[in-house]
């Protein structure tokens, strides 16, 4: 398998623009999750789907940004309008929750957007 | 919230030297994981830790657990240069219904040759 898929690797935009982040995860897995990692907050959850529904969203920061995932192979982050505090990487990751336990299992991160909005 | 808080914040030692990173968290958890994350690189996971597990190893890396202090130590015995990334531990917390892994602000180790 690949891993988690993610593009663009990087991107940069000026503020006011709108930002759409994709993600591909790992075949069969039924958790995604979508993160932002910046040096002063560290790794933050923004929002997490379960076969292709959203669980919680109380991470998204903001009205701004919102997440999509339409089929189990695919979602997307949007942020419109973006702004320069948005500047960060975002990671996607996914996980199989296994065995009928109800305990998470590891989760497999892609390798990361990192968005600089001028 | 922070569940997980890693100590130190930083930590530089020579190659061939052991590492010990330790984990604080605040309540009841299912498991524990410890991760890894390379510069400009998503995180890997590295070792899984169940609540009714005191130890793990695999290979050069050694897992604890205290669950009635509510705190986990990472081991990397004759550390290498490539050992060099932020490790981060990850609690699934128990009774939390949908919330998945909480993940911690990361140890940055440093491995000089």
């Known amino acids: 398998d690949a891993g988690v898929i993610q593009s663009p690797r990087h991107e940069v935009t000026e503020m006011g623009q709108e930002v759409t982040l994709r993600c591909k995860p790992i075949?069969?897995?039924?958790?995604l999750f979508w993160y932002r990692q910046t040096m002063m907050r560290g790794l933050e959850l923004l929002i997490y789907f379960n076969n292709n529904v959203p669980i919680d969203d109380s991470g998204m920061p903001e009205d701004r940004f919102s997440a999509k995932m339409p089929n189990a192979s695919f979602s997307t982050l949007k942020i419109q309008p973006s702004e320069p505090r948005d500047s960060a990487v975002y990671f996607c990751?996914?996980?199989?929750?296994?065995?009928?336990?109800?305990?998470?299992?590891?989760?497999?991160f892609g390798p990361g957007t990192r968005l600089t909005v001028l | 919230s922070q569940q997980g808080e890693e100590d130190p914040q930083a930590l530089s030692i020579q190659e061939g030297e052991n590492a010990t990173m330790n984990c604080s968290y605040k309540?009841?958890?299912?498991?524990l994981q410890w991760y890894r994350q390379n510069s400009g690189r998503g995180l890997v996971h590295l070792i899984l830790?169940?609540?009714?597990?005191r130890e793990k190893h695999s290979g050069r890396l050694r897992v604890t657990l205290d669950t009635s202090k509510k705190s986990s130590s990472l081991l990397i015995t004759a550390s290498r240069a490539a050992d060099t990334a932020s490790y981060f531990c990850a609690t699934d917390e128990e009774d939390s219904g949908n919330t998945p892994l909480v993940f911690g602000k990361g140890t940055r180790l440093s491995v000089i040759a």
């Open positions: 830790i169940r609540s009714n597990e």
């Open positions: 309540t009841s958890i299912n498991n």
């Open positions: 990751a996914s996980s199989l929750l296994q065995g009928g336990l109800f305990s998470y299992n590891e989760q497999f």
């Open positions: 075949s069969g897995h039924d958790y």
